[in-house]
């Protein structure tokens, strides 16, 4: 699934690309991003996230994270550089919410961060841009695309979060996300679908099994100190087939295979890879197990 997790490369026959970013970041906002709801909220239970709260969310995309978390009072800033389209939908989504000053929010930028309502930021960028000088540092930091899918995307996170633990306060908590291990994870065998159709572009984000040990790994290297853990149960359901696909598709997992084959070609082995989950009614269900690390900065 999820962000989710390498950059999209539409690539263009007659000027006309392959993927369509606005469709994808649609369909990521209404179907796929749902599905770690219980990820948010065991999260926010756990570190009893209020208005006391400051959160600095890291690849935030549509904002569903950074909403349910402005629900409990936090204020919350969003920042994102891979999914502009994303990124649009949050601020429009989280201005809605917020009731923020009028004023057209998806034209905002990087130079100029969209404020959508007090105590709500949204800015597209790296971490550094989400700095704000006038406001205290964040008290959370959270980087919910949960990794342990793809070879490097380990490496990525660690970066990122070097850049972002400066803009918290000392022992902040700060919050990893990662896929569980292959056997509870029954999404495991369709993302393999991707990496057998990207060949020979395997290199580029190539699918892989989590390690045990991967958030911990990362959060030592972001000079992070692990102060707990914990699993969430986190399904992803889908009304149907078409549904199901559309959904992945959204995560960029497969936009690799899409470049190596074309998109035809990706939806069918797709659909053949869903079969098995695909229940009497129609629905598509597939257990998964997702696990977060709490870290904090020194």
């Given amino acids: 699934m999820t962000p989710t997790l390498v950059r999209q490369h539409p690539s263009h026959a007659g ?9 994808r970041a649609r369909d990521w ?32 995309g549509s904002g569903l994270a950074l909403l349910m978390a402005a629900s409990r009072g936090a204020a919350v800033t969003g920042v994102d550089s891979r999914f502009p389209e994303r990124l649009e939908l949050a601020r429009r989504r989280l201005h809605a919410e917020t009731a923020g ?11 100029r961060p969209a404020r959508t309502g007090d105590g709500v930021r949204v800015v597209e960028g790296a971490p550094r841009d989400a700095a704000d000088p006038s406001e205290p540092p964040f008290t959370l930091v959270t980087a919910f695309e949960p990794i342990g899918c793809l070879a490097g995307d380990a490496d990525g996170l660690a970066e990122l979060l070097a850049r972002a633990t400066p803009l918290a306060a000392r022992g902040a908590a700060v919050v990893l996300a990662g896929w569980g291990p292959p056997e509870r994870c029954a999404t495991t065998s369709v ?15 190539s699918w892989r099994p989590a390690l045990r040990d991967d958030l911990e790994e990362v959060a030592q290297r972001a000079g992070l100190r692990p102060d707990g853990s914990g699993r969430v149960a ?9 549904s199901a696909v559309r959904g992945l598709l959204s995560t960029g997992l497969f936009d690799a295979a899409i470049a190596a084959t074309d998109e035809e070609q ?14 009497a009614d ?8 997702f696990r977060y690390l709490i870290a904090r900065t020194p």
Avoid at 234 to 242: I, N, R
Avoid at 267 to 279: C, G, Y
Avoid at 282 to 289: H, K, L, R, S, Y
Wanted: overall charge negative; some cysteine.
């Fill in 29 to 60: 906002s209404e179907i796929q991003e749902r599905m770690l709801v219980p990820l948010y909220e065991a999260v926010y239970e756990r570190l009893d996230v209020g208005s006391g709260t400051r959160v600095l969310g890291l690849g935030c």
């Fill in 15 to 23: 000027h006309v690309p392959r993927v369509d970013p606005r469709a």
């Fill in 101 to 111: 000053p009028p004023g057209d929010g998806a034209r905002e930028g990087r130079d």
């Fill in 282 to 289: 129609g629905t598509v269900w597939m257990p998964n197990v």
């Fill in 234 to 242: 986190c399904p992803f359901g889908y009304a149907d087939t078409g």
């Fill in 191 to 205: 993302l393999r679908v991707a990496t057998k159709l990207a060949d020979p572009l395997r290199s580029a984000g």
């Fill in 266 to 279: 990706v939806d069918k082995e797709l659909t053949e890879a869903l079969h098995p989950h695909q229940r």
